[in-house]
């Protein structure tokens, strides 16, 4: 019986294709050829890695932006939970989520770059402390529990076991402040990786800040995502978070990326980078490129009320804030240390499918879960109408045309 | 603390004969081959430079970078000198290929149970009274086991008697916290392949610095988190109850206040 619901379903799924549901299908599909590659024939056979760059996008993309792009979940529960700023209740859930689905995938794809991932719970009881690897293991390991746990109750609700939500609910503080205590330690170590290497890492991108970098980048990003989300869901299914909200949220990634500017002057002022900033080779090039899609363009962007205030011009305030810092991570796992080993190093169309099989589940899952489970707010009025001291509903006097509105083109008319 | 043994490797002495890299590869199981690149069949080689040719194989360096990254701590110094890999314990991450200075550690890329591959001294030789096979069957003295400090003796030894054969650097003394394989070269080592822009200071220093934060970090972070919640908490209270005091629907608390202003303890 509940095979042939399934079967039904699926039946169904193949019959109504749609055009992103075959461009899901094939990116499953070359994935799932390069996973057999990579784990019958080994990394040699599925990567362009070698013993002269033996990190590439898995580690580049999966790792360093997968989890700084899922630091949203961190930054906003410590921002209601911590430090109460109600306001932002509404984007707790879509923040948590992404986050969750982040870590879970960084994990996943983390599978597939380890030689011997079958080893992967050895941190669990041989140590070594010395290890910015070590701590960055534990950290998302226990933030991944925790974030499982910030999730559940998206979960239990759904399935009407409220009793188990309130549990939760109830430690839900000793929870956020653990998840930030952790986040911005394993944030902050993914750039550590790199303090090991001042021979090898090209000096724009070389500093005893990278940690504090990685962590600011992090917290400028996470928010920027949220962003995208809510514009992007509220195109698909619309559901979204409002405007006023997105908004200050966009401020927020607008005083982290002023922060981070200062950083990043005060490396340029301390290590004496001025004649490589203006020696336009690539790594002059990308630098620039990344400080002005990343940091630049976006606080401009932010700091007009017109734009910030309007949907369109926030999505692509944090669209570009997203984009600088995917650049940024790729800049320092990659760019910056081709010159030292003295290859270039690009990705294998495997690496890339099996990235992009991880990017598609992610964004399956998050479609799933916005459909299914109460993550945004006027979902979360519909299944919980009793329970407003958890999660506040901002009531809109006139929701129509927010609800109405097909696409953002409308904002013209 | 106990002496530690390294190898002194003469590249004026070496006359490229390769028999190091095939008693290297006869006592890992390697093939013999043609190709004097480090690899995952290859954990020492020589290589020619001009006239002169140069041994590599892992430094053994006194803080070793692979062993402080290494998150589960399959690679360690031992307490003899040689640093050693454990496949037992790797899980594969490949932070010490990343990290090595030298770019010794190798990887077996086309497996799907890979391995790091290094030089490890011969460690097991050793455990047996033997010298590392390389050392063993170096016909020129080229290579020269021992322990470190008599090493670095017989080297400035020789620098002094033969000050035009050498130059004034014995190259593993000061790179990087100072290695267990060092060397002697009659020209830059810069030009004979070396890496030449190494701090002195170990490289593990460098993440350690941050690293040892961490523990007082949990602790204070924690702490200064439970006393924002504190003091957020507080403030909404008292915007609620000032909000219910406008309204009129909260008592004004004064006698909380009287206790504390009026109280006459002072008097006593």
Known sequence: MLNNGVLSKIVYWFRHMTFWKSVLLVLVVAGLYSTYVRFVYGLGAATN????????????????????????????????????????????????????????????????????????????????????????????????????????????????????????????????????????????????????????????????????????????????????????????????????????????????????????????????????????????????????????????????????????????????????????????????????????????????????????????????AAKNLAVFPESVAANEPARGESFEVVVIEDDAPLRGEPSFGMQAK | MKKQVGILVDTTQCIGCMACEDACADRWGFPHTDVHELSCEKNTVVQQYGQTYVARLCMHCEDPTCASVCPVGAIHKTAAGPVVYDVDKCMGCRYCVQACPFQIPKYQWNKPAPKVTKCDMCYPRQLKGKQPACVEVCPAQARIFGFRDDLIEEAKKRIKNNPGTYIQHIFGTTEVGGTSTIYLAGEDFGKLGFPTNLPKRALPKYTWDIMEKIPDYFVWGSTLMAGFWWLTNRKKKVAEYEEQLKRGNAEPAELEIKEQTSGGNDAE
């Not at chain 1, 590439?56 to 209601?80: K, N, R, T």
């Not at chain 1, 000096?203 to 940690?211: R, V």
């Not at chain 1, 600011?216 to 995208?228: E, F, W």
């Open chain 1, 49 to 368: 890695l070698s013993d002269k760059f033996p990190w590439g996008i898995w580690i580049g993309f999966d790792v360093l932006c997968g989890v700084g792009l899922a630091a949203g979940g961190f930054v906003v529960a410590g921002a209601v939970y911590v430090f109460h700023l109600d306001y932002y209740k509404p984007i707790v859930r879509p923040a948590v989520l992404t986050a969750f689905l982040g870590y879970v995938l960084v994990v996943f794809a983390l599978m597939f770059d380890l030689g011997r991932p079958w080893n992967i719970w050895h941190p669990l009881v041989m140590w070594n402390p010395h290890s910015p690897m070590f701590e960055l293991a534990w950290c998302v390991m226990l933030y991944t529990t925790v974030l499982a746990f910030e999730f559940s109750p998206m979960v239990f609700e759904r399935f009407h076991l409220h009793k188990a939500a309130e549990v939760v609910h109830k430690m839900i503080v000793p929870l956020v402040i653990l998840g930030v205590m952790l986040s911005s330690l394993h944030q902050s170590s993914l750039g550590s990786l790199y303090l090991v290497m001042p021979e090898k890492v090209y000096p724009l991108w070389y500093t005893g800040n990278l940690p504090f970098l990685f962590f600011i980048s992090a917290v400028a990003v996470g928010p920027a995502m949220v962003i995208m989300e809510s514009f992007l869901s509220s195109r698909a299914f619309h559901r979204e978070i409002e405007m006023p909200i997105l908004s200050k949220l966009g401020k927020v990634t607008a005083v982290a990326l002023a922060v981070y500017l200062v950083l990043r002057i005060e490396d340029m002022i301390n290590y004496h980078l001025f004649s490589y900033l203006f020696t336009f080779n690539t790594e002059g090039i990308l630098f620039w490129a990344e400080i002005m899609i990343g940091v630049v363009i976006p606080i401009t962007m932010l700091v007009i009320p017109r734009i910030r205030n309007n949907k369109r011009g926030l999505y692509y305030a944090a669209l570009f804030a997203v984009m600088g810092f995917v650049l940024n991570r790729m800049n320092v796992s990659v760019t910056s240390l081709e010159r030292h080993y003295g290859v270039a190093y690009f990705p294998s169309w495997m690496e890339i499918s099996v990235t992009l099989m991880i990017v598609a589940f992610g964004f399956g899952a998050f479609a799933w």
